[in-house]
T-cell receptor, first 115, second 115 residues
Framework: AQKVTQAQTEISVVEKEDVTLDCVYETRDTTYYLFWYKQPPSGELVFLIR??????QNEISGRYSWNFQKSTSSFNFTITASQVVDSAVYFCALRSGGGADGLTFGKGTHLIIQP | EPEVTQTPSHQVTQMGQEVILRCVPI?????FYWYRQILGQKVEFLVS????????KSEIFDDQFSVERPDGSNFTLKIRSTKLEDSAMYFCASRAGVAGTGELFFGEGSRLTVL
């Protein structure tokens, strides 16, 4: 069975602060894929990043960075210099390799950036 | 940029009525999915579809649900006899490429309200 845990239900920070969203996953598969999606107040799900289980390189994209650590089964997401437009619910998700397996989502972290 | 489109954006129906939610996946994608998100909760996998048949389904996807790809472009979710607890946002998603790889692209969702 697969599981994704986002222990932080809600985080509130002041604009320009850095913030890290935690994600811990469980899977018995050796090949799997991890994702982050953003759900703004408008409701759509916006893809942010995908990582493969065999690629532990961290990634930076502008103000976003991701820290993937297999040793702790974590895939954390950091926003530096947060902006009000970053306010959204962020979901971490997991899929096993092979086939058409669906994503297993975490419960999401509601990020509130205050001006 | 190609996108997944869903119709209707919002549907209100009476309990016991049949509902069909429609999706047009990205044209060269091979894997199709339906997910559900009850208000304020996490995104839940319903069903995946590949090669004109269901690949995987969750325990939520019981006999009242069905999916179809009636032509080369549409992918539909039918709920035969809606219940109050079916009220949710329903997301369609599609994925390209080799099994197990690639991100899911989500539509903007269809909000279903059952009265």
């Amino acid at each position: 069975a697969q599981k994704v845990t986002q222990a932080q239900t809600e985080i509130s920070v002041v604009e320009k602060e850095d913030v890290t969203l935690d994600c811990v996953y469980e899977t018995r598969d050796t090949t799997y894929y991890l994702f982050w999606y953003k759900q703004p107040p408008s409701g759509e799900l916006v893809f942010l990043i995908r990582r493969n289980s065999f690629d532990e390189q961290n990634e930076i994209s502008g103000r976003y960075s991701w820290n993937f650590q297999k040793s702790t089964s974590s895939f954390n997401f950091t926003i530096t210099a947060s902006q009000v437009v970053d306010s959204a619910v962020y979901f971490c998700a997991l899929r096993s390799g092979g086939g058409a397996d669906g994503l297993t989502f975490g419960k999401g972290t509601h990020l509130i950036i205050q001006p | 940029e190609p996108e997944v489109t869903q119709t209707p954006s919002h549907q209100v129906t009476q309990m016991g009525q049949e509902v069909i939610l429609r999706c047009v996946p990205i044209s060269n994608h091979l894997y199709f999915y339906w997910y559900r998100q009850i208000l304020g909760q996490k995104v839940e996998f319903l069903v995946s579809f590949y090669n004109n048949e269901i690949s995987e389904k969750s325990e939520i996807f019981d006999d009242q649900f069905s999916v179809e790809r009636p032509d080369g472009s549409n992918f539909t979710l039918k709920i035969r006899s809606t219940k109050l607890e079916d009220s949710a946002m329903y997301f369609c998603a599609s994925r390209a490429g080799v099994a197990g790889t690639g991100e899911l692209f989500f539509g903007e969702g269809s909000r279903l309200t059952v009265l």
